[in-house]
């Protein structure tokens, strides 16, 4: 893409006659422009304010909302006249040489921690999936969280952010410990955030900026979120020795006991699964001592079956 068709592209896009192709396509290049040793001041200078003034009129305590895009109009504007020559010769000097990945799952029954390339550690908790890079190149450090949750503790690199990829949202940052819950079975994706700023954006929005106990909730299916302030050690309490779940429904439950117990459920109640529940859990539990708890609270009978878990 030369330096013509970007300022098309933008100029298209500022009179909101953009595909969802080339509204992916900005994004990117929006992002790109944080790499840019020459550009990133001014690129920060920018953005940070905009989102900021987009967060002041959109977002409601405790309200979910979709973001107005007519700021990031005026962001398409500015950037014609002073980024175009910028994404031409960041573009130009791209070489699309293969990237090797490497997939690494945590087995259900067990967390793993793993180190990436640049010193970013990484806890997956049971059954979760992570691709990353086998090297990250200059410019940048992406990998996805395919299934699951996790918690980065980012190691900070000014001049390359760090990037994790959940479906449609992607999480960026330059150096910061986050949480990210990507279930596919659950409708929401969340990121807490526990020490520095994270940005979150989807494929058509930015969804703000994020700092220290803070968390979105993100409604795949809507494509609309939610900003909360949240104690830390219910957030993160999966990786300590108690596990503390506020407000779930049951079928998040059930997706944590799967992957935490290596079981399955079967129950027949839709209602069930939408029904929700505040539950603390310790970790050092059996399956059978926490099925008991859940026999309690709801009255229903929990009958283990090998590893098959059957609810009457």
Same mark, same amino acid.
């Given at each position: 893409?030369?330096?013509?068709?970007?300022? &098309?592209?933008?100029?298209?896009?500022?009179?909101?006659?953009?595909?969802?192709?080339?509204?992916? /396509?900005?994004?990117?290049?929006?992002?790109? /422009?944080?790499?840019?040793?020459?550009?990133?001041?001014?690129?920060?200078? =920018?953005?940070?304010?905009?989102?900021?003034?987009?967060?002041?009129?959109?977002?409601?305590?405790?309200?979910?909302?979709?973001?107005?895009?007519?700021? *990031?109009?005026?962001?398409?504007? #500015?950037?014609?006249?002073?980024? @175009?020559?910028?994404?031409?010769?960041? =573009?130009?000097?791209?070489?699309?040489?293969?990237?090797?990945?490497?997939?690494?799952?945590?087995?259900?029954?067990?967390?793993?921690?793993?180190?990436?390339?640049?010193? +970013? %550690?990484?806890? *997956?908790?049971?059954? +979760?999936?992570?691709?990353?890079?086998?090297?990250?190149?200059?410019?940048?450090?992406?990998? +996805?969280?395919?299934?699951?949750?996790?918690?980065?503790?980012?190691?900070?690199?000014?001049?390359?952010?760090?990037?994790?990829?959940? @479906?449609?949202?992607? %999480?960026?940052?330059?150096?910061?410990?986050?949480?990210?819950?990507?279930?596919?079975?659950?409708?929401? /994706?969340?990121?807490? #955030?526990?020490?520095?700023?994270?940005?979150?954006?989807?494929?058509?929005?930015?969804?703000?900026?994020?700092?220290?106990?803070?968390?979105? %909730?993100?409604?795949?299916?809507?494509?609309?979120?939610?900003?909360?302030? /949240?104690? @830390?050690?219910?957030?993160?309490?999966?990786?300590?020795?108690?596990?503390? =779940?506020?407000?779930?429904?049951?079928?998040?439950?059930?997706?944590?006991?799967?992957?935490?117990? $290596?079981?399955?459920?079967?129950?027949?109640?839709?209602?069930?699964?939408?029904?929700?529940?505040?539950? &603390?859990?310790?970790?050092?539990?059996?399956?059978?001592?926490?099925?008991?708890? =859940?026999?309690?609270?709801?009255?229903?009978?929990?009958?283990? $079956?090998?590893?098959? #878990?059957?609810?009457?």
């Amino acid at each position: 893409m030369n330096q013509k068709e970007i300022k &098309r592209l933008l100029h298209k896009f500022n009179a909101g006659k953009c595909t969802d192709d080339e509204l992916l /396509l900005l994004q990117q290049l929006m992002h790109n /422009l944080d790499t840019d040793v020459k550009a990133g001041d001014k690129i920060k200078a =920018l953005k940070q304010p905009l989102w900021e003034r987009i967060e002041k009129q959109t977002i409601g305590k405790g309200k979910v909302r979709r973001l107005n895009t007519v700021w *990031l109009k005026v962001a398409a504007a #500015v950037l014609v006249a002073v980024c @175009a020559g910028l994404f031409y010769s960041k =573009l130009a000097t791209h070489k699309n040489e293969p990237i090797a990945y490497q997939v690494l799952t945590a087995p259900k029954g067990s967390m793993k921690q793993v180190m990436l390339p640049d010193s +970013t %550690t990484v806890q *997956l908790n049971a059954g +979760t999936t992570l691709k990353f890079p086998v090297s990250f190149g200059d410019a940048k450090r992406e990998v +996805t969280l395919i299934n699951g949750e996790a918690f980065f503790d980012v190691k900070h690199d000014v001049k390359r952010p760090f990037m994790v990829h959940t @479906a449609k949202v992607t %999480t960026q940052v330059l150096g910061t410990s986050f949480n990210i819950k990507f279930y596919k079975e659950l409708r929401d /994706l969340q990121v807490y #955030v526990n020490s520095g700023k994270v940005e979150v954006h989807d494929q058509h929005h930015t969804l703000g900026f994020y700092t220290p106990r803070q968390q979105l %909730t993100y409604n795949k299916q809507h494509e609309s979120f939610t900003r909360q302030e /949240l104690m @830390a050690d219910h957030a993160l309490s999966w990786m300590h020795d108690e596990l503390i =779940l506020d407000n779930v429904s049951f079928k998040e439950i059930t997706v944590y006991l799967q992957n935490r117990y $290596n079981v399955n459920f079967k129950y027949g109640e839709k209602r069930l699964a939408q029904q929700h529940y505040s539950v &603390r859990f310790s970790n050092k539990l059996s399956i059978k001592q926490v099925l008991d708890i =859940l026999q309690f609270i709801d009255g229903r009978k929990y009958k283990l $079956n090998g590893d098959m #878990v059957i609810i009457k």
